[in-house]
């Protein structure tokens, strides 16, 4: 019995500090690769950069960027400087919707409307005889 009580006292203990304010914010973890082998003057070289967003939205993003090496030497690909802003103009995104919503309208009002039309049209109970 004893042991029961000390693990439903760790387990609360674990999960207590999860359950204070939630914070909003968006936590950023990055992480780049370069996707060639050799490194090589004047061919493309592929850099891809990873970016996971390990706050409350839980999104992540990938993007590659291609460069053109123009003279030979070493270079430093080992660090980068990352800065974000947490804020976000939530009415851009309210308008942004509203506009998807009016654009996507038609193409499933219409033939909501045409099916319904045919539904009423040929799904008519018939009478019952007695």
């Known amino acids: ?3 029961w009580w000390a693990a439903l006292v760790l387990t609360c203990g674990c999960f207590l500090p999860t359950f204070g304010d939630e914070d909003s ?3 950023l973890l990055v992480s780049k690769n370069i996707l060639n082998q050799y490194l090589v003057e004047g061919k493309d070289l592929t850099v891809e950069y990873k970016v996971f967003n390990v706050g409350s939205k839980n999104s992540n993003a990938t993007h590659a960027v291609i460069l053109k090496p123009l003279k ?3 270079f430093n690909f080992t660090s980068a400087e990352v800065s974000y802003l947490t804020s976000e103009d939530s009415k851009e995104r309210t308008l942004d919707w ?3 919503a ?3 309208l038609p193409s499933l009002g219409i033939p ?3 099916w ?3 539904k009423s049209r ?3 109970p018939k009478p019952k005889k007695n």
């Open 1 to 3: 019995m004893k042991l």
């Open 25 to 27: 914010d968006a936590r």
């Open 72 to 74: 030979s030497g070493y």
């Open 98 to 100: 509203l506009v998807f």
């Open 102 to 104: 009016f654009m996507t």
């Open 112 to 114: 909501y409307l045409l």
């Open 116 to 118: 319904f039309s045919s």
């Open 122 to 124: 040929y799904d008519q």
